[in-house]
């Protein structure tokens, strides 16, 4: 954390002793107003699938806003980025009330909230952390949160922001140029981020499996060229051209040559 904001807020609170104490109270407030931002994007998210109103949606929208803007004087360096791009989206959606149609609802609103989900078994994480507890609840929790954030911020953004062709033809439709082109690149941004924090997760998930040694992984990479070859002869039937032959002859030889290299590795 920056000095000036550690001497700002000795200077506010005096009955603050050490910068220790200081993260805690701003971690504390972090999660507190974290866990708010989390169960309002999951109510909104189910009112607006059953009544099909946006009110909680442009109201959750304010919240996760204003918890943007306070965050920028505690965050890391790598959420500036977040915030800024959330904070651009929410802004430019919030000016034009056209944003709260259907289409563009589910495509920014709804995946943006939905991707909250995952921050909440984050927040219980870092509660387990705080108090040293390690046990089956915090093995389902990190479970819980993996598939979360798998789901809401790498799946859902990759099908309905980065790869639908739909949603930019509504974004030009109905925004000027300057607008559609920032709600794109900070889409991208938190895109990109949430890719970043994936490979994050995936290095910790392979350093706490210690049964995942390198003959497991021979064993696996036996196989591979294998299901290659399987799926060529599946997708090229039924055989028009003489290519198709050769590649699969091709993938054949380079199957069994793999199998045996990965074999004699045991």
Not at 66 to 84: G, K, P, Q, T, W
Not at 133 to 150: A, E, G
Request: charged share 10%; proline share 2%; glycine share 2%.
């Amino acid at each position: 954390m920056p000095q000036y904001y550690l001497m700002l807020l000795h200077y506010l609170f005096p009955f603050i002793k050490n910068n220790k104490t200081v993260n805690t109270y701003i971690l504390s407030f972090q999660n507190i107003y974290g866990l708010y931002i989390c169960f309002n994007a999951i109510s909104s998210i189910y009112d607006w699938s059953t009544t099909a109103s946006s009110q909680l949606l442009q109201i959750n929208a304010l919240s996760l806003k204003y918890f943007v803007l306070i965050d920028f004087l505690l965050c890391s360096n790598e959420m500036y980025l977040h915030h800024i791009a959330t904070f651009t989206i929410i802004q430019i959606t919030i000016m034009y009330p056209i944003c709260y149609s259907v289409e563009l609802l589910t495509l920014y609103n709804v995946i943006l909230c939905s991707a909250e989900i995952s921050t909440v078994f984050l927040i219980f994480r870092s509660l387990f952390d705080t108090f040293n507890i390690k046990n089956k609840v915090t093995m389902i929790n990190d479970i819980l949160f993996l598939i979360s954030f798998t789901y809401t911020r790498i799946y859902l953004y990759s099908k309905y922001l980065i790869f639908n062709e739909t949603g930019y033809l509504l974004l030009q439709e109905h925004y000027l140029p300057i607008y559609a082109n920032s709600i794109i690149i900070s889409t991208y941004i938190l895109y990109f981020l949430n890719l970043y924090w994936f490979s994050i997760i995936v290095k910790k998930i392979m350093k706490t499996l210690p049964n995942l040694s390198t003959l497991y992984c021979e064993k696996l990479l036996k196989y591979t060229y294998i299901f290659s070859l399987l799926g060529s002869l599946y997708l090229y039937s039924p055989y028009q051209n003489i290519m198709f032959l050769i590649d699969i002859f091709g993938q054949f030889i380079l199957s069994s040559s793999s199998y045996n290299y990965h074999k004699l590795l045991k």
